[in-house]
C-alpha cells in the first residue's frame, strides 16, 4: 500500500469514527438526564403578579406543575375612596415538553394545560371565589441547576372573575434537581 492511500485510508476511519465519539446526546439521553424536579419563581404567569411553583417530572414528556401566587393592586394616586383590590392563586397545570432535537443543552416546546383556583377581594370586603381555566405556550431550557422559563398565558374564567388581564407574558427563574 502506498503512502498515500495508507493516509487516506486512516482518515477515512478517523472521520467515521469521530462522528461517534463527538455526537450530541440523543433527546432520551438528554431527557434521562434532565433533572426531576423545579421550583421556581415566575412573574406574570398563570399564578398572578408572583408565584411560586413545583414543577415535577412525569415522564419524558410531560410535568405536573402547582404553585401558589399573589396579585394586588396599588393605588399609588388615590382618587376618591378606591381601596387596593387583592386576589390569591393556586394554578395546577400539565405541560407537555418537547426537546429541540439539535440542542447541546434541555431547551424545550412547551404546552400546558390546567386549572387555577382561588379567592379575590377588595379591601375589608367579602372574599369571592374564582376558577379558570388555564393554558400556556412557551420556551424551557433546564441545566443542571436551573431552570428557565418563558411563556404566554391564557386564563378562561368559569366561576367568578379572574384578576388580571387574559393574555400575559410569564417569566420562569429556579433550581431543577
Partial sequence: MTRSAHVLACSIVCLLSGGTLF?????????????????????????????????????SSFTVRIGYGVWQTFRSIPVGDQPNDYAVFRPVMLTFVRPFPTAAYYHAFEAGVGGVFGERWTEGGPHEPFRSVAASVGYRLVDRFMILRLAITRAFPIVGDHP??????????????
Avoid at 455526537?23 to 433533572?35: G, I, K, N, W, Y
Avoid at 388580571?164 to 434537581?177: D, K
Fill in 164 to 177: 388580571g388581564r387574559p393574555f400575559r407574558p410569564a417569566a420562569s427563574f429556579g433550581l431543577a434537581f
Fill in 23 to 59: 455526537a450530541q446526546p440523543s433527546d432520551t439521553e438528554r431527557l434521562s438526564r434532565a433533572p426531576n424536579q423545579a421550583v421556581y419563581a415566575e412573574i406574570l404567569g398563570n399564578g398572578g403578579l408572583a408565584s411560586v411553583n413545583l414543577d415535577r417530572k412525569l415522564n
